[in-house]
Structure formats: structure tokens, C-alpha cells
């Protein structure tokens, strides 16, 4: 699972402590060991093996969120575990889609900065 699941930590904007995660290696994740909510993406192809292999169900209440995409997983990697001077953009786009207050003005803060770096 190491290889096919980027997690998103955002200890890493500097707003809440880490869940004691490094974003790749959850090879040996298992709900009973990792940390009470998890967020990730994988690859579109990789999600229906990740469901059968793990039981995944749909669940709103529940506490793993797993996003797909079509982007080249290794630049997703990077994306999301950016650090300084680098950001980490894909974290930022989490943080400023959540409900929480503080950490969606977080997130909007980074993105800012990104694109002020890039213009």
C-alpha cells in the first residue's frame, strides 16, 4: 500500500500536531494502528483493488478518505509532502476545502503563496 496511497498530513502546514505518519510508507497500516482519521490519494486504477483487498465501504461518518486521480502518483507524492522551501500544494487544497476555519484560512494561506511564487 506504500506505493499506491500518498497521504496528506496537515502537520505539515504547521496547524495541528502530525498523526505520526511519514505520507508514504503505510505498508503495514492497519486501522487498529494508525491514526483516528486518514487522508489520501491513489490512482483511479488502484482504488477498486484497495476496495476489495481492504473491505472498503462507502461511509460519511467514516474516518478514511480516499480521493483518486489520474495524475502520475510519484508527482502526487511530491505534491503532498513538500517541504520548505518547497510547498506543499496538494495539502494546502485539503486544508482550504475543510469546514474547519482555521484550517481552511491555512490553506488558502499557503495556496497564496504558491501562486505568488509561481506569477
Not at 497500516?29 to 465501504?57: I, K, M, N
Not at 474547519?100 to 497564496?112: I, N, S
Request: net charge negative; charged share 20%.
Amino acid at each position: 500500500m506504500s506505493d499506491e496511497l500518498v497521504v496528506t498530513d496537515s502537520a505539515v502546514l504547521g496547524l495541528v500536531p502530525a498523526a505520526g505518519l511519514d505520507p508514504a510508507p503505510l505498508s503495514t497500516f492497519t486501522p487498529s494502528e494508525g491514526p483516528e482519521h486518514v487522508r489520501g490519494y491513489c490512482s483511479t486504477d488502484w482504488l477498486g483493488q484497495a476496495v476489495r483487498r481492504f473491505g472498503l465501504a462507502p461511509d460519511p461518518t467514516g474516518t478514511v478518505v480516499i480521493h483518486t486521480t489520474g495524475f502520475d502518483i510519484d508527482i502526487v507524492r511530491q505534491l503532498a509532502t513538500a517541504r520548505p522551501p518547497a510547498l506543499p500544494v496538494l495539502t494546502a487544497l485539503d486544508a482550504a476545502a475543510s469546514l474547519d476555519p482555521r484550517e481552511r484560512g491555512l490553506g488558502l494561506q499557503v495556496l497564496q503563496v504558491a501562486l505568488e511564487r509561481w506569477t
